[in-house]
C-alpha cells in the first residue's frame, strides 16, 4: 500500500483521499493541499464553503503585494483553489470569473479580465 498523508483537518483528508482515489502525484497532492491549508488559514481557519471570489482574491493579493511571490507561484495557488471549488466543493461556477496572474511582472489582481479561467461545468 501507498504512503497516504494525513492531517489533522477532516477536511484536508477529505481533499487527499479524493486526490489519491483520482490517481494524482504525490507532489501535486502536497501542492494542493499546502495552498488550501495556507488560503484556510489566512482566512482565520474558515471552511472554503462559507468563502468566495472575493476571499480568493484578497488572497491571490496577499501573495502578490505582501509576499512578493512569483508568478509562477501565484498560478499555482490559483490552480489549487480552482480545484478546491471544483472537485471538492462542487461549486464549479466560482473561480470561473477569477484572473490569471501577470506573468510579466508582479502586479495585483485587476477587475477588468486578462485572462479569464474557464471551468465548465461537467
Not at 15 to 36: C, N, P, Q, R
Not at 46 to 75: C, D, W, Y
Amino acid at each position: 500500500m501507498a504512503f497516504k498523508m494525513k492531517t489533522k483537518s477532516p477536511f484536508l483528508n477529505n481533499l487527499i483521499d479524493y486526490m489519491y482515489s483520482h490517481h494524482y502525484a504525490k507532489k501535486s497532492i502536497e501542492t494542493y493541499v499546502f495552498w488550501t491549508s495556507a488560503y484556510i488559514h489566512f482566512h482565520n481557519k474558515r471552511h472554503p464553503a462559507s468563502m468566495g471570489n472575493n476571499e480568493v482574491e484578497i488572497f491571490l493579493n496577499h501573495l502578490t503585494v505582501t509576499k512578493k511571490v512569483a508568478a509562477k507561484t501565484q498560478a499555482t495557488a490559483l490552480n489549487a483553489l480552482a480545484f478546491l471549488y471544483k472537485h471538492i466543493n462542487k461549486r464549479h461556477y466560482l473561480i470561473a470569473s477569477l484572473l490569471y496572474p501577470c506573468f510579466a511582472t508582479r502586479c495585483q489582481w485587476r477587475s477588468e479580465p486578462v485572462f479569464e479561467i474557464i471551468i465548465a461545468e461537467a
